[in-house]
């Protein structure tokens, strides 16, 4: 099938040609690698929908997971400052969901004890946003836990590794038994 891309069943896969530029994701290739074909993917987005999730529900159950983990919650600072859906003057941002630990880049938030996490996303009520919080709220909670450690030891060693931690999460909390525990 991938012989138009000159490659051979013995070659790598190109990250380019798995679903996303971080190769993090196999979606363009599930396809081909679905265990059980004949089976429907499980969505929970109608489910959301009839519930009436927002954007700050959806990061509430997210901060509630990590949380049972026996993690602290998310500063206050999280949910003021945070931008959780596209704003609604019509400003041009950037959608794309990142985290952002703005202690690391602030002394005097450092100075005066600031633990300033945010998330900048346009949230919508899907399965894969909701998916997508956990994995940004992975990097907030990493961050929260190497606060208070000097600016040079609070990065992983690899990118890579943040992006671990996010994905790890994310399998976690795909399992349809997780999923119907939280509704």
């Not at 990061?59 to 003021?80: C, D, I, Q, R």
């Not at 931008?83 to 985290?99: E, F, I």
Request: charged share 20%; with cysteine.
């Amino acid at each position: 099938k991938y012989k138009a891309f000159g490659l051979s069943e013995s070659d790598p896969i190109p990250a380019h040609l798995l679903g996303n530029m971080w190769a993090q994701s196999w979606e363009n290739l599930y396809q081909d690698v679905a265990p059980y074909p004949s089976i429907d993917e499980i969505n929970v987005t109608p489910q959301m929908q009839a519930q009436n999730y927002d954007a700050v529900r959806m990061h509430k159950l997210a901060e509630e997971f990590y949380t049972s983990l026996g993690l602290n919650p998310l500063p206050k600072t999280f949910w003021n400052n945070s931008m959780l859906v596209r704003p609604a003057d019509g400003r041009d941002v950037v959608c794309h969901a990142s985290a952002w630990d703005l202690e690391a880049t602030s002394p005097l938030n450092a100075q005066m004890g600031i633990h300033d996490l945010r998330i900048k996303m346009c949230t919508k009520v899907n399965q894969e946003d909701l998916f997508v919080i956990h994995h940004e709220q992975g990097h907030l909670f990493y961050d929260s836990y190497y606060a208070e450690h000097p600016y040079l030891f609070r990065g992983g060693a690899n990118d890579g590794f943040h992006e671990a931690i996010g994905d790890t999460i994310r399998l976690s909390v795909t399992p349809p038994a997780h999923l119907k525990v939280i509704g």
